[in-house]
């Protein structure tokens, strides 16, 4: 997608003004205050016809890559301006945007020199910058002059082999005794299935006993309402039995009355 020099030249007047929105701010005031300018600057640019309209993913991205290509080549300037560059001439300077660029991150490192960076509140800052052309010559060397030394060069001694070490065959290897090694995991999972087979049977046996109890409690309720009906049919044949000597007895009443 392509930034247009239009679109590159808002983002840096509009850093200038707010301060490089892709460094962190502290709190959430500070957030909030970069998601929104961040998305003021997205409108600003995707209402340029003179570029191709992007996310604000997007435009982070242009911005960051932006400052990462300006700081490398301030760097190679300022290495070459140092001397320690090497290699042929180097024709580079950097260009009026590029420098505000500069002004805006503040790059102590790529220049060599304190640039005040550009912040919240954004103060002015002049971006004036002279234009200037660093060249580099590297300098000549006769790669055919002999080099001099004040001390004769000597070769290291060579190398020396250690003997090989004496075997005595007589001896018989025996191989170094191995410890064992008590598997702890393996003997914890061991003592577990352990206690849950017994917990298992222990539960076993008292539902068990509590079947046979439950039983026997059965039984006994059987036997005590067999014992009561029982009961109850030898008291109403004593009743009957009664009635029918009474029934007797009044018969015989009544035949003698009569």
Known sequence: MRTSHSQYLTMVEFMEANGDLSKPSGGPRGRNFIQ?????????????SSGDPKSEDKWRKVWSDYKNNCKKKCAK???????????????????DQEQRVMQIIGVQAATGMEIKE????????STEMPNTQIILKEPEIDWNAPSTSSQPTVAPPPPTEAPPPVINEEEEWNPPPQKK???NL?????????????????????????????LR???????????QRDEELRMQGQWLEFMKEAMEAFVRFMERKS
Do not use: C
């Not at 929104?36 to 340029?48: A, R």
């Not at 300037?77 to 260009?95: D, F, M």
């Not at 550009?118 to 800052?125: L, M, R």
């Open 36 to 48: 929104m300018k961040w998305k003021e600057l997205t409108g600003l640019l995707n209402s340029d």
């Open 77 to 95: 300037i300022n290495r070459a301006a140092s001397g320690t560059g090497g290699g042929p001439a180097l024709h580079l300077l950097l260009t």
């Open 118 to 125: 550009a912040g919240f509140p954004q103060e002015e800052i």
């Open 181 to 183: 090694r008590k598997n």
């Open 186 to 214: 393996t003997k914890i999972f061991l003592d577990i299935d352990r206690k849950a087979r017994e917990h298992a049977s222990e539960r076993d046996r008292v539902y068990e006993e509590l079947e046979r109890d439950r």
């Open 217 to 227: 409690v059965r039984e006994f309720e059987v036997r005590e309402r067999v014992r």
